[in-house]
């Protein structure tokens, strides 16, 4: 009888340095693996590296042949081309070396890669490119099934991941590049009464980073569910200085949208701004609406004294979307940075409209050491306010009944949604849930404590006091610069605005994706 001592060594020095076992008991010399990524198929992207294929020789001289690919018939139509990368011994993608291309895609599709490889790891990557024409919400279909190599090994592709081996289909609205334009960041959204879709965000012009700097607020406007966007529009400029953090409101009384930015005249920002209320010393509070669809957009209304205490640093919205309550009353999240030694400490607040967005006043600070923040109404007259909080790992919540005069912690704060320190998304919307129409909470952001990455759509079917796992979705698993803005596109169908790095997607996804039963 053999040992098996041997055999049981062997296998505990490959677990502990990371040795590949594909093909251990054949005696293979070379095996592969495949890794599906969460990340949604964009058109108009330069590339979707959707799979990581990993493949180990010991062998010199070996080259990749041919891939099988084999994709079903609903996303053969929508598929322009399959692209094939090599970063050799690189884990991490690059598009400076494609290896192959296929443009005619079939059901089952062969196609030739010449990639030579070298003793140990080596790395291939398969990319998808839509059809220009392609909506979002579809799915993507394929699998990677075997390389072939040119010492005429045949190797199946041993899944590393359990994940379906299917994509979400989307559109990046906003690229580097645009216009001219270096950046495009802070998305909020909003769809009208018309069914429109309005998308707003700030045009960094020349760099990445925040206010102070050359930044105006742009739109971009969608009327067929995100399959395509109008050219942009500069909605709201200054005549000196940058003006950005957009948010975004409809009103379904008046059909005016609103849009609340911040303007930094100078070094007017977070860092730069001082008590008072003069945009020389201080960022100043902007509105800009539209009375016709977001077709045409007034010019930019200052409410800085309506709304501020002269004794903070600074007060201005948080970006992303503002609400309308059932009351009629127009109400955006806001933040203000106190008195106390510069910058001040940041509150995250409420600013509210009765009367249509003619005069504004403010809540209170809901909680100290909180910034960006989202707001909903969960039953009539109460307010949900759900905030950044820069002590880390999860996400601030209260409420209040009072317009934000007064606030109530709320049980799940500081542990039921966790967060990197990040802006997040929060919305309600009437959905169906099991083909009945339901209340429903949305809430998008960086599911992950410490980094940016792993952007994940949560639903709360008990409008935010508890957030089961089993009703989320991992949506993009990439680290990006983490902002996202969610939106209802109908009674099936919820829609993300979402950063990527210096890009803004856009991507629906069903109802029943998010609440699984």
Known sequence: MISQKPIVIILLFALFFNAPLLGFAQGAKTSAEILNYTIPILANSKNNPIQRIRIYTTEEGTATRQLILNVDAASVAVIKSIEIFATDSEQKFSDEKKVASLTNIKA??????????????????????LNDDIAPGKKINLQTATVSLSNGAALSLRPVNALPRSWYTGNTVRQPG?????????????????????????????????????IDVGMSRSTNRGKTWEPMKVIIKMNSGGVGDPSILFDP??????????????NHSIAGSEPGLSPDVSGQFILASSDDDGKTWSAPINITAQVKNPIWHLYFQGPGNGIAMQNGTLVFPSQYWDESPKPG???????????????????????????EAQVVETTPGTLMLNMRDNRGSFRSVATTKDLGHTWLEHPGSGQALQDPVCMGSLIKAKVRVNGVLKEVLFF?????????????????????????????????????FGYSSLVKVDEQTIGILYEGIRTLNFVTVPVKDIIRQ
Do not use: F
């Not at 909020?188 to 760099?207: F, N, P, S």
């Not at 009384?253 to 100078?266: C, Y």
């Not at 400490?345 to 910034?371: M, Q, V």
């Open 345 to 371: 400490l940041p509150h995250s607040s409420i600013i509210y409209s009765t009367d249509h967005g003619n005069t504004w006043k403010s809540g209170r600070g809901a909680k100290s050491n909180t910034t």
């Open 178 to 214: 645009d216009d001219g334009v270096h950046t495009y960041r802070i998305p909020g959204i909003v769809e009208t009464d018309k069914k429109t879709l309005i998308a707003v965000y700030d045009i960094r012009y020349k760099q990445s980073g925040d206010l102070p700097a050359d």
């Open 108 to 129: 089952k599709n062969t196609i030739p890669v010449s990639a030579s490889l070298h003793p140990g790891i080596n790395y291939l990557w398969v990319s998808v490119l």
């Open 444 to 480: 998008s952001n960086m599911n992950n404590r410490d980094a940016r990455d792993h952007l994940t759509i949560k639903a709360s079917l008990d409008l935010g006091e508890t957030w089961v796992p089993a009703h989320q979705l991992l949506l993009d698993e990439r680290k990006t």
């Open 253 to 266: 009384v008046t059909k005016k949208i609103w849009v609340a930015a911040l303007w930094s005249k100078g």
